[in-house]
Every structure is written in structure tokens, then in C-alpha cells.
């Protein structure tokens, strides 16, 4: 819009009950100096996305599908629900969506959910007034939906959010409004969501573990990122392009290794990949990489850890040829992981333990982690705080998985 002495602005968004819309108006000079100095204060903050379409690599039917559907997303305000696999590139992904968004001025905000505390999530998301707790801020904090107005916020791992969370995180998707924890003040907020997740949250809905509102609501766009093994043409280029990001140009994969590599499940991911080849570069003694650096089986399968594979063992003797098992690789492997963090000195909290089963090869998020979790808390095995002391092995579980004779 523009009149004979100036140039006006007009912003309009959607309420999101079909029947109401806001308009805002703005002399364009001064919202394009306001935008400047944001944009100076976003990039000192690191608030901004690191990366764009041109960085996503790959030349496969899967991947090139995802970008074109990423790309149509990124010309819409629609919040995106992106499904993938642990380390497939959801936050790449959801960054460059931003970046080629009518909102690539605007802030870029990600949050693992998945490292959060239940009790920090809700403050960290939508701020919290002064004395809302014992140990809040004098003066409070504003909220990351608040940091993130004008711009995307990116929440991974949504699956791992409470109800009560779910409910306010709706409430900021239909009546773009947010409210401090502590506070009666209401602030309205303009951001994009994308969320993501590698767990299926219609089944979770279908169970009563997810709101199904909020899930529709989320998935008003909605993107699946391909893992690795149905993408596997890629995986030279990955190598490739891996290389010179390490300005290791002059490093040749032998053929022979590069068609092991292809042929590799990868339950990692292109994140597995680029740990495995890190390795190799490591280890590497001249300018070329073959066979005889590839690591035994037990870098990449969960299943031959050699923690795992004890507790197996000793599972094994202590319940008897032929007995069945109602514990599968998974569940021994997040015992493995909860033994070796509390061993270490480290608190097994979700987060780090799905941190710590995606370098075992297990594709799984702090959702699932939970879910493993309670059932080996109901069964006695395991003490699962939401605190800072974490998850615990019990002296009934270390004896039921080996850790400990009778």
C-alpha cells in the first residue's frame, strides 16, 4: 500500500477460528530500520538459522521430494509438523524453511525438548514473572515464543511435552497469545511453528498420549525427511561433500569401502555417517582411506556393545534356557547407558540417554526413552526422577540384568 507521501506496511495474520483476522499498519522506513537493528541484536544473540536449501546435499528421488515440498511450506505460514528419523536433518530442515520464508528477517529460535526437564520446558517456552518459583529471575524472563516473535520457533521432539504444556502450546497456535508462568497478562505473539518428531503422534493421540487437537494443529503442513537407507545414491555425495567441509578434498575412499558404506543400514542416519567418517579420517595413515580402517561391527551395532552384550548374557543365565524374554535390545541397551552415565558421574536424564542409544545405532527420542523408562520403573528395575538426579537402576535391576549376583 502507498500513499502520495510515504510507504505503509500491512501485515495481516489469522486468528486461526476462520472468522477473525488482524491488520497491522507501519511506515515501511521505519519498520525497515526497526528490522536492521533486530536483525543486528538476532545475530548477536545466535538467533538466527544456520542453513538453507543449498545446504541440504543429496540427488535421490526421496530427498529431492522433501525439498520441494519444503520449499512450497516456506511460501506459506502454516505451522509444520516434520516427521524423521533421529539424524536425519529435522532442524536442517526446519532452518531452511525459515531462511526461505517471508520471515527470514525475523528470529530463528531451535529447542531440543528432548534435553528439557518437564518442569523447565514450560518456563524456558513461555517466560515467567518474578518470584512465579523459588529461583526465578529478579525481574523474571521472557519467554523463547517471545524472543521468537516476528520470526520461527523450532520445537524437536514434541512428543516429550506434558499435557499441561500441550494445552498452552495450543492456545499460542489459535489465539496467538502467550501467558508468563506466574502471570495473569496476556502478550500476543506472531511466530511460526515447526515442530518435529520421530515417533508416530497419531498412534500416540489414538492412546490418549497427545492431544489430538494439538496434532491436527501441528500437522497443518507436514514433511517426512527420508532416512538414509532409502536415500542411498546419496550417500557418495554425503562422503563427498563431508570431505570438504573438513578441507580433507584430497582424501580418497577406496571403492571397495565405499560400497560397504552404502550398503550399511545406518539406523543413525546421515549424523551416523558423518560421526563414521570422522573416524576414519582420525584413524587414516595416508591420503587414502580403505577397508582396513573400517571399524569392527561393534562401532555401529547396539546389539554387540560389549555392555549389552553382558547384560544379555547374564540375563540369559539367570532366567533360563528357553524362558522368554519381555525385554528386548532396547530396554538392556537403556539399562547399559543409565549404568554407564550414573558411573561416570552424569545424570541419566532422557536426554542423554537418547544421546547416548543414537551412538549405540538406536533411532529413538526422548519419548520413547520415557515410555521405556515407566515401564521399567513399573516393573521395579529402575527409578526414574524427573528432577536432576535422573534415572537410577535399582538393586533389583542390577541383579535382574547382571550387574549384580544375587
Keep these: 500500500m502507498q500513499s502520495q507521501d510515504n510507504r505503509i506496511l500491512v501485515r495481516r495474520f489469522d486468528l486461526g477460528d476462520s472468522r477473525h483476522t488482524v491488520a497491522t499498519m507501519r511506515d515501511i522506513t521505519e519498520y525497515e530500520a526497526e528490522a536492521a537493528r533486530l536483525g543486528r541484536e538476532y545475530r548477536r544473540r545466535g538467533h538466527v538459522a544456520k542453513w538453507t536449501f543449498a545446504d541440504i546435499r543429496g540427488e535421490s528421488e526421496g530427498i529431492r521430494r522433501a525439498k520441494r515440498i519444503a520449499e512450497r511450506l516456506a511460501k506459506t505460514d ?28 525475523g528470529p530463528f529460535l531451535a529447542v531440543d ?20 518459583f523459588t529461583g526465578a529471575k529478579k525481574g523474571g524472563k521472557a519467554g523463547l515464543f517471545e524472543l521468537a516473535d516476528g520470526g520461527t520457533i523450532f ?63 501441528l500437522k497443518m ?11 542411498r545414491s546419496d550417500i557418495p555425495s554425503l562422503i563427498e561433500y563431508f570431505l570438504r567441509t573438513d578441507s580433507q578434498e584430497e582424501v580418497e575412499i ?10 550399511r543400514p545406518w539406523h543413525g542416519n546421515v549424523r551416523e555417517l558423518r560421526n563414521t567418517i570422522t573416524y576414519l579420517l582420525a584413524v587414516r595413515d595416508g591420503p587414502r582411506i580403505g577397508l582396513e580402517e573400517l ?70 527420542g526422548a519419548g520413547t526413552v520415557r515410555a521405556r523408562l515407566e515401564k521399567l520403573a513399573a516393573m521395579g528395575f529402575v527409578s526414574s526422577s524427573r528432577g536432576r538426579s535422573g534415572a537410577r537402576i535399582t538393586n533389583q535391576g542390577q541383579i535382574r540384568f547382571g550387574q549384580k549376583k544375587a
Design 78 to 105: 502454516l505451522s509444520i509438523l516434520i516427521y524423521g528419523e533421529s539424524g536425519t536433518g529435522k532442524e536442517l530442515f526446519a532452518s531452511a524453511i525459515h531462511a526461505a520464508s517471508g520471515r527470514a528477517n
Design 221 to 231: 503442513g507436514f514433511l517426512r525427511i527420508p532416512p538414509l537407507r532409502e536415500r
Design 113 to 132: 525438548l528432548g534435553a528439557l526437564s518437564d518442569d523447565l520446558i514450560e518456563s524456558e517456552l513461555f517466560g515467567y514473572e518474578e518470584g512465579a
Design 155 to 217: 520445537l524437536d521432539e514434541i512428543a516429550n511435552i506434558t499435557p499441561k504444556v500441550q494445552q498452552r502450546l495450543l492456545r499460542v497456535l489459535q489465539e496467538k497469545e502467550i501467558m508468563r508462568v506466574g502471570s495473569a497478562e496476556i502478550k500476543r505473539v506472531d511466530v511460526r511453528v515447526i515442530a518435529a518428531t520421530n515417533e508416530d503422534l497419531y498412534a500416540l493421540a489414538s492412546r490418549g498420549q497427545f492431544r489430538e487437537d494439538l496434532y491436527f494443529r
Design 254 to 263: 577406496d571403492p571397495e569401502l565405499l560400497t560397504v558404506l552404502a550398503e
Design 295 to 364: 571399524p569392527d561391527s561393534g562401532y555401529f551395532e547396539a546389539s554387540s556393545a560389549p555392555a549389552d552384550r553382558e547384560l544379555s548374557i547374564e540375563g540369559q543365565e539367570s532366567r533360563g534356557a528357553g524362558a522368554a524374554d519381555p525385554f528386548d535390545s532396547l530396554d538392556r541397551s537403556i539399562v547399559a547407558v543409565i549404568h554407564e552415565l550414573v558411573s561416570r558421574g552424569r545424570t541419566a536424564g532422557r536426554g542423554a540417554i537418547a544421546e547416548a542409544l543414537a551412538q549405540r545405532g538406536f533411532a529413538c
